[in-house]
């Protein structure tokens, strides 16, 4: 079975920082890893995704995740927060079929200017 | 617009009562998709359609729960004697390229079971 543990349900941080939010993921086969988002009143967005080519993948909006499989880990990261990043994160797994998404539970993203 | 639409947006009904949920999705997408989003929870896979049929219904936590879409369009989530614990969000998506995990929501049906 697959899973996805998001560490932090609430991250806060100032406009301009970093932002680091993390998702570790356990799975049988090799897995196909996403991120979405979630803006206020909105459906949720695909904002990248990992499906087994570089490690290193951009996403929309200036974010990016890393696949490090010795840490079973894709962490969201982005340079400068923005205001209008202020949103709901979600980590997904899935296997290479990618017809089931196994979603994490979430985190809140909070930028204080 | 052209993103996918979901009905009603809210709807509050009484436990033991008969619910449906419509999804109509992105114009030419093959694929959609049946999540419920409980409170602080990630979304949870409920059904799977390529098409008109059910691919993979493994989902759904009950055979209270059931899912239709006949002409390969829209879809229609049924939930019959409903009970407290179906509050949730029910969110549809759909794609047009199965098995790449781009999926398009749409904004959700907000249940509750009083």
């Known amino acids: 079975a697959q899973s996805v543990t998001q560490l932090g349900s609430h991250v806060s941080v100032s406009e301009g920082a970093l932002v680091l939010l993390r998702c570790n993921y356990s799975?049988?086969?090799?897995?196909?890893l996403f991120w979405y988002v979630q803006y206020p009143n909105q459906g949720l967005q695909l904002l990248l995704k990992?499906?087994?080519?570089?490690?290193l993948v951009k996403g929309i909006n200036g974010f990016e995740a890393e696949f490090k499989k010795s840490e079973t880990s894709f962490h969201l990261t982005k340079p400068s927060a923005h205001m209008s990043d202020a949103a709901e994160y979600f980590c997904?797994?899935?296997?290479?079929?990618?017809?089931?998404?196994?979603f994490g539970q979430g985190t809140r993203l909070t930028i204080n200017p | 617009g052209a993103g996918v639409s979901q009905t009603p947006s809210n709807k509050v009904t009484e436990k033991g009562k008969y619910v449906e949920l419509r999804c109509d999705p992105i114009s030419g997408h093959t694929a959609l998709y049946w999540y419920r989003q409980s409170l602080g929870q990630g979304p949870e896979f409920l059904i799977y359609f390529q098409g008109t049929g059910a691919a993979d219904d493994s989902g759904l936590p009950n055979d209270r729960f059931f899912a239709v879409r006949p002409e390969g369009s829209v879809s229609t989530l049924k939930i019959q004697r409903t009970e407290r614990g179906d509050s949730a969000v029910y969110l549809c998506a759909s794609s047009l390229t199965p098995g790449s995990g781009e999926l398009f929501f749409g904004e959700g049906s907000r249940l509750t079971v009083l």
């Open positions: 990992y499906t087994s080519a570089a490690t």
């Open positions: 997904a797994v899935s296997d290479q079929g990618a017809q089931k998404l196994v």
């Open positions: 799975s049988s086969v090799p897995p196909y």
